[in-house]
């Protein structure tokens, strides 16, 4: 239905879950016009929520195949104020998910100050569900007590751990945590008359559950811990890299009718406090030392609650007593008449905090007007009048500001390593700690409500228990207020400044400047100084003139009255005073006029007319379509040339064509089948195919046996081939990323787009410089910045084309490793050529002979004089036999070429003079090569 006040007319649904007798079911919903008239729209405001899509999902460290494999399809959650929560339909798993989904929320229907507090509240939340596995059953398996190894600790109880034993199987939820992702919107801007917001946020990881479940009552908790005694065991899957990958969630935000109209916001009025949202809050900052601003802000809380619990008639220090007694109903507690000031005091030996709450018109507002911001003072006070909130946080505090006095400074505690390590402090007092830290930064009030920074009543007392210390009477001492002391007449002395050294008086008795005033008066010379400033400065004004007369440049104007700017027309001034200029520079052609001199080719002056130049150019070509005797002509063609065809086919063509025709010899594996269509024979009917029988209405029970798969069973067995694949692959990986990332230049840089040259390796290993280097500190030595040399270059230094026009030896990676380890050199197999070439000589192997002197004894000898006796037996000469076999293999004649003989001719007779033809073609080829030899 939330679509038909979308204003969509038709609505289409299936039927989710079989029931009994309907297999499937489609309902359509169609309106004959729209759902809601202007004054229902106007009333109920419709507020429209339509979840797009999400783009760039995470790849990593699972794979959206394994994704679509494991888990559920993607779908999105989230709750708009008192709204039940809203979820979207699954879809598919991809880079880009695309929901659609609509979702109607009647602001209307809420009331004004509850929806103003909902939107300068804490962002919405929407969560994308990406990850959430498809719940399988675990069959346990049966085993006899004592065989598993925790069964050794049933009666240990010191072995069992308070930890361990948390689950409990009768109340622990069925459906274990799978990490989302969160994308947060602002929705403020609705408040500022703005009646539709599209907005493009980023998908952040979730927050990670308490490891037990046993803190957060209202989510899901990872079921069991690895190793415990009781419980299952349960490992969620890993979290995405959404940050990594820019995951994006598209959603858009439609009202019927704005919130509020431009003239509401011009105007700035006060909003009125209503019943729903009746309380405020303010926060009080200022130094430890402060003990004047402490006490007045201690007092003023007081009498407030004093007077609001009727005991404002008895002596202060009752008051005092009573107020730390009091305990506050529940009734009290959640009354929205009840004018008290409920909160906490921080104090940390550095500065104090005060977080005040009570009723917006009266209590926070008399505090406000009562205790303004004293100006050039390091009191800081975070107030809005624009904020109401519909119920306390602080309540159960009681009217007595509880006081938590941290034993280290707040900034200190928040720097401890240890405070972050899970389960080191309580989970409440930590989000304390961070909250309370994180306000003392911001300056504004509405900041600190839309990041949630008011830490809750059970936050403050987990706080107190594990940092507080008690206060003592030291504490109270030093935060009881100066009484104002009465000045008694006194001696007038000086005012001493309030300085840590110790003071002394100035000392501006200068003996020696009294003694030139004398000789001064004595003497009676005098010195002008003003006569003496105005001579020096007409001295320089008169040196400026005359170098500005040698410096001034020239200055050219065209010769006309009236300027003509356009540039169509035949008087334009500009090209007029640039067609002077360049009479000017023809003057001195070894001269140019430029704005700066350091780099001439940034606005210097062209000394030509390059228009004029191009018109030239292109009359003279024009010019020299024409000979000196007048149109060339090609002449007349004879009487073949005029005959011929234009399309006559060229002489290779022609010779192709009087070639005999053959039948398709292109087309013979089109035309001819691969396999030979022969019928079998009566014996092996079996085995042909059987064309007679008519073919059954289904395969029957069992698949037809074939190798070749399809549908389902194809594509499960490539899945399971690509998976299986994978994992050898992942297997062998040893990095922890398997992605390889390469050096690549920016092809702007490199001024060529194309070619073999656009993108090469050498370029890809050199500096930023492209060009030699132009700043003093880029070229000269010892600063100057040395280009990384290519791969190449470092494992074959002869390469090193820099360093070998440099005049710099080239050193190798491996010392030694190109030096040449040789005796000498043998005459290679090219007479023709010297000895010097480098491929006509084969290098001598050193063959160590004093190596084996030392070793061996003796040097290594190729003879061998010992002989066995089976080596010592006569060799027996060839028999004639074995002299007539041949050593070479003869080829077998091609029965395919061989063509019947017709009758009465010999059919050796070709064969033989063939054979004589061969051989005779065989000689004169081995002629013709010892010739060119």
């Given at each position: 239905?939330?679509?038909?006040?979308?204003?969509?007319?038709?609505?289409?649904?299936?039927?989710?879950?079989?029931?009994?007798?309907?297999?499937?079911?489609?309902?359509?919903?169609?309106?004959?016009?729209?759902?809601?008239?202007?004054?229902?729209?106007?009333?109920?405001?419709?507020?429209?929520?339509?979840?797009?899509?999400?783009?760039?999902?995470?790849?990593?460290?699972?794979?959206?195949e394994?994704?679509?494999?494991?888990?559920?399809?993607?779908?999105?959650?989230?709750?708009?104020?008192?709204q039940?929560?809203?979820?979207?339909?699954?879809r598919?798993?991809?880079?880009s998910?695309?929901?659609?989904?609509?979702?109607?929320?009647?602001?209307?229907?809420?009331?004004?100050?509850?929806?103003?507090?909902?939107?300068n509240?804490?962002?919405?939340?929407?969560?994308?569900?990406?990850?959430?596995?498809?719940?399988?059953?675990?069959?346990?398996?049966?085993?006899?007590?004592?065989?598993?190894?925790?069964?050794?600790?049933?009666?240990?109880?010191?072995?069992v751990?308070?930890?361990?034993?948390?689950?409990?199987?009768?109340?622990?939820?069925?459906?274990?945590?799978?990490?989302?992702?969160?994308?947060?919107?602002?929705?403020?801007e609705?408040?500022?008359?703005?009646?539709?917001?599209y907005?493009?946020?980023?998908?952040?990881?979730?927050?990670?559950?308490?490891?037990?479940?046993?803190?957060?009552?209202?989510?899901?908790?990872?079921?069991?811990?690895?190793?415990?005694?009781?419980?299952?065991?349960?490992?969620?899957?890993?979290?995405?890299?959404?940050?990594?990958?820019?995951?994006?969630?598209?959603?858009?935000?439609?009202?019927?009718?704005?919130?509020?109209?431009?003239?509401?916001?011009?105007?700035?009025?006060?909003?009125?406090?209503?019943?729903?949202?009746p309380?405020?809050?303010?926060?009080?900052?200022?130094?430890?030392?402060?003990?004047?601003?402490?006490?007045?802000?201690?007092?003023?809380?007081?009498?407030?609650?004093?007077?609001?619990l009727?005991?404002?008639?008895?002596?202060?220090?009752?008051?005092?007593?009573?107020?730390?007694?009091?305990?506050?109903?529940?009734?009290?507690?959640?009354?929205?008449?009840?004018?008290?000031?409920?909160?906490?005091?921080l104090?940390?030996?550095?500065k104090?905090?005060?977080?005040?709450?009570?009723?917006?018109?009266?209590?926070?507002?008399?505090?406000?007007?009562?205790?303004?911001?004293?100006?050039?003072?390091?009191?800081?006070?975070?107030?809005?009048?624009?904020?109401?909130?519909?119920?306390?946080?602080?309540?159960?505090?009681?009217?007595?500001?509880?006081?938590?006095?941290?034993?280290?400074?707040?900034?200190?505690?928040?720097?401890?390593p240890l405070?972050y390590?899970?389960?080191?402090?309580?989970?409440?007092?930590?989000?304390?700690?961070?909250?309370?830290?994180?306000m003392?930064?911001?300056d504004?009030?509405?900041?600190?409500?839309?990041?949630?920074?008011?830490?809750?009543?059970?936050?403050?007392?987990?706080?107190?228990?594990?940092?507080?210390?008690?206060?003592?009477?030291?504490?109270?001492?030093?935060?009881?207020?100066?009484?104002?002391?009465?000045?008694?007449?006194?001696?007038?002395e000086?005012?001493?400044?309030?300085?840590?050294?110790?003071?002394?008086?100035?000392?501006?008795?200068?003996?020696?400047?009294?003694?030139?005033?004398?000789?001064?008066?004595?003497?009676?010379?005098?010195?002008?100084?003003?006569?003496?400033?105005?001579?020096?400065?007409?001295?320089?004004?008169?040196?400026?003139?005359?170098?500005?007369?040698?410096?001034?440049?020239?200055?050219?104007?065209?010769?006309?009255?009236?300027?003509?700017?356009?540039?169509?027309?035949?008087?334009?001034?500009?090209?007029?005073?640039?067609?002077?200029?360049?009479?000017?520079?023809?003057?001195?052609?070894?001269?140019?006029?430029?704005?700066?001199q350091?780099?001439?080719?940034?606005?210097?002056?062209?000394p030509?007319?390059?228009?004029?130049?191009?018109?030239?150019?292109?009359?003279?070509?024009?010019?020299?379509?024409?000979?000196?005797?007048?149109?060339?002509?090609?002449?007349?063609?004879?009487?073949?040339?005029?005959n011929?065809?234009?399309?006559?086919?060229?002489?290779?063509r022609?010779?192709?064509?009087?070639?005999?025709?053959?039948?398709?010899?292109?087309?013979?594996?089109?035309?001819?089948?691969?396999?030979?269509?022969?019928?079998?024979?009566?014996?092996?009917?079996?085995?042909?195919?059987?064309?007679?029988?008519?073919?059954?209405?289904?395969?029957?029970?069992?698949?037809?046996?074939?190798?070749?798969?399809?549908?389902?069973?194809?594509?499960?067995?490539?899945r399971?081939?690509?998976?299986?694949?994978?994992?050898?692959?992942?297997?062998?990986?040893?990095?922890?990323?398997?992605r390889?990332y390469?050096?690549?230049?920016?092809?702007?840089?490199?001024?060529?787009?194309?070619?073999?040259?656009?993108?090469?390796?050498?370029?890809?290993?050199?500096?930023?410089?492209?060009?030699?280097?132009?700043?003093?500190?880029?070229?000269?030595?010892?600063?100057?910045?040395?280009?990384?040399?290519?791969?190449n270059?470092?494992?074959?230094?002869?390469?090193?084309?820099?360093?070998?026009?440099?005049?710099?030896p080239?050193?190798?990676a491996?010392?030694?490793?190109?030096?040449?380890?040789?005796?000498?050199?043998?005459?290679?197999?090219?007479?023709?050529?010297?000895?010097n070439?480098?491929?006509?000589?084969?290098?001598?192997?050193?063959?160590?002979?004093?190596?084996?002197?030392?070793?061996?004894?003796?040097?290594?000898?190729?003879?061998?004089?010992?002989?066995?006796?089976?080596?010592?037996?006569?060799?027996?000469?060839?028999?004639?036999?074995?002299?007539?076999?041949?050593?070479?293999?003869?080829?077998?004649?091609?029965?395919?070429?061989?063509?019947?003989?017709?009758?009465?001719?010999?059919?050796?007779?070709?064969?033989?003079?063939?054979?004589?033809?061969?051989?005779?073609?065989?000689?004169?080829e081995?002629?013709?090569?010892?010739?060119?030899?």
């Amino acid at each position: 239905m939330a679509k038909l006040f979308a204003g969509l007319k038709s609505v289409t649904s299936r039927l989710e879950n079989p029931v009994s007798g309907i297999e499937d079911l489609f309902i359509t919903v169609s309106l004959d016009g729209p759902l809601m008239s202007e004054e229902q729209k106007k009333r109920l405001n419709p507020l429209i929520i339509k979840v797009h899509s999400a783009t760039h999902m995470p790849d990593e460290p699972l794979t959206q195949e394994e994704l679509r494999n494991r888990c559920l399809p993607v779908y999105t959650k989230y709750k708009f104020f008192k709204q039940p929560e809203h979820y979207s339909m699954g879809r598919e798993h991809g880079q880009s998910v695309y929901w659609d989904d609509i979702d109607v929320v009647l602001a209307g229907t809420i009331e004004s100050s509850e929806m103003r507090e909902y939107l300068n509240g804490p962002p919405l939340e929407i969560e994308v569900h990406d990850r959430d596995r498809i719940l399988e059953k675990e069959k346990l398996k049966a085993t006899l007590f004592g065989d598993e190894l925790e069964d050794e600790k049933i009666n240990s109880v010191g072995a069992v751990s308070g930890r361990r034993t948390l689950h409990n199987p009768l109340s622990a939820k069925p459906k274990p945590w799978d990490p989302y992702g969160v994308a947060k919107f602002d929705l403020s801007e609705l408040l500022l008359g703005e009646r539709i917001v599209y907005m493009k946020v980023p998908v952040q990881n979730c927050p990670l559950p308490d490891v037990l479940g046993v803190r957060d009552e209202g989510q899901d908790g990872l079921i069991g811990v690895a190793g415990a005694v009781d419980g299952p065991v349960d490992t969620p899957l890993p979290v995405g890299h959404y940050v990594e990958s820019g995951a994006m969630l598209k959603v858009r935000f439609e009202l019927a009718y704005p919130l509020a109209t431009p003239s509401e916001i011009a105007a700035k009025a006060d909003l009125d406090t209503t019943f729903q949202c009746p309380f405020g809050r303010i926060v009080f900052l200022f130094d430890y030392k402060n003990v004047k601003f402490l006490n007045e802000l201690q007092a003023l809380v007081t009498s407030i609650n004093a007077k609001a619990l009727e005991l404002d008639n008895m002596p202060p220090h009752v008051i005092d007593a009573a107020l730390s007694t009091y305990k506050l109903s529940i009734e009290q507690q959640r009354s929205r008449s009840l004018d008290i000031v409920t909160g906490f005091q921080l104090m940390d030996g550095i500065k104090h905090v005060f977080v005040l709450e009570g009723l917006r018109d009266h209590a926070i507002t008399l505090l406000w007007e009562s205790l303004p911001k004293p100006e050039n003072t390091d009191i800081e006070i975070l107030y809005n009048s624009d904020l109401a909130f519909r119920e306390r946080l602080y309540g159960p505090l009681d009217v007595d500001l509880c006081r938590v006095k941290l034993h280290e400074p707040l900034s200190v505690i928040v720097q401890q390593p240890l405070l972050y390590v899970r389960d080191m402090v309580p989970k409440p007092c930590f989000d304390a700690l961070v909250k309370l830290d994180e306000m003392t930064r911001v300056d504004k009030l509405r900041s600190a409500v839309r990041n949630e920074l008011f830490p809750t009543d059970e936050m403050v007392v987990s706080m107190s228990r594990e940092f507080g210390v008690p206060l003592t009477s030291e504490d109270f001492a030093e935060l009881e207020p100066v009484p104002d002391r009465v000045p008694e007449p006194a001696e007038v002395e000086i005012e001493r400044p309030k300085t840590s050294r110790l003071w002394t008086p100035l000392d501006n008795y200068n003996p020696r400047y009294v003694e030139q005033l004398g000789e001064r008066t004595i003497s009676g010379h005098k010195q002008d100084y003003i006569q003496d400033n105005i001579t020096m400065t007409r001295y320089v004004s008169d040196r400026n003139k005359v170098e500005r007369y040698w410096t001034k440049p020239v200055t050219v104007r065209a010769d006309v009255q009236v300027a003509h700017n356009y540039s169509t027309q035949s008087l334009n001034s500009t090209e007029l005073a640039k067609e002077k200029v360049r009479q000017e520079l023809a003057k001195q052609p070894d001269r140019r006029y430029t704005y700066c001199q350091e780099y001439n080719h940034s606005m210097t002056v062209v000394p030509v007319n390059v228009e004029a130049l191009r018109k030239q150019a292109e009359q003279e070509s024009r010019d020299n379509w024409r000979t000196q005797k007048g149109w060339t002509f090609p002449g007349v063609n004879n009487l073949r040339a005029c005959n011929q065809h234009a399309n006559r086919p060229d002489v290779a063509r022609i010779d192709e064509l009087k070639e005999s025709w053959r039948e398709n010899i292109l087309h013979t594996n089109k035309l001819d089948p691969t396999l030979e269509r022969d019928r079998y024979t009566w014996s092996k009917r079996q085995e042909d195919v059987d064309l007679w029988k008519r073919p059954l209405p289904h395969f029957g029970q069992s698949a037809p046996v074939t190798i070749h798969l399809a549908g389902d069973t194809l594509r499960r067995e490539q899945r399971a081939a690509s998976k299986s694949a994978n994992d050898v692959w992942r297997s062998k990986i040893v990095a922890g990323d398997p992605r390889m990332y390469f050096h690549r230049c920016n092809t702007i840089t490199e001024q060529i787009n194309t070619g073999s040259k656009s993108c090469n390796q050498v370029a890809r290993l050199r500096g930023l410089l492209k060009d030699d280097a132009k700043k003093f500190s880029l070229y000269k030595e010892p600063m100057r910045i040395k280009d990384i040399p290519p791969l190449n270059v470092v494992l074959n230094p002869s390469v090193d084309t820099a360093s070998r026009e440099a005049g710099l030896p080239t050193i190798p990676a491996v010392e030694g490793e190109f030096d040449e380890h040789v005796n000498g050199f043998m005459p290679g197999p090219y007479d023709e050529h010297a000895w010097n070439l480098e491929r006509n000589k084969i290098p001598i192997r050193d063959y160590e002979h004093k190596k084996f002197e030392v070793t061996k004894g003796q040097d290594f000898s190729v003879y061998h004089k010992e002989r066995h006796k089976l080596s010592k037996r006569k060799l027996v000469p060839l028999t004639n036999s074995e002299r007539d076999n041949y050593l070479f293999r003869v080829p077998e004649m091609d029965y395919r070429a061989y063509q019947v003989p017709a009758i009465g001719q010999n059919p050796m007779a070709d064969t033989l003079d063939s054979e004589c033809l061969t051989m005779t073609k065989t000689t004169e080829e081995q002629k013709t090569l010892e010739a060119l030899q």
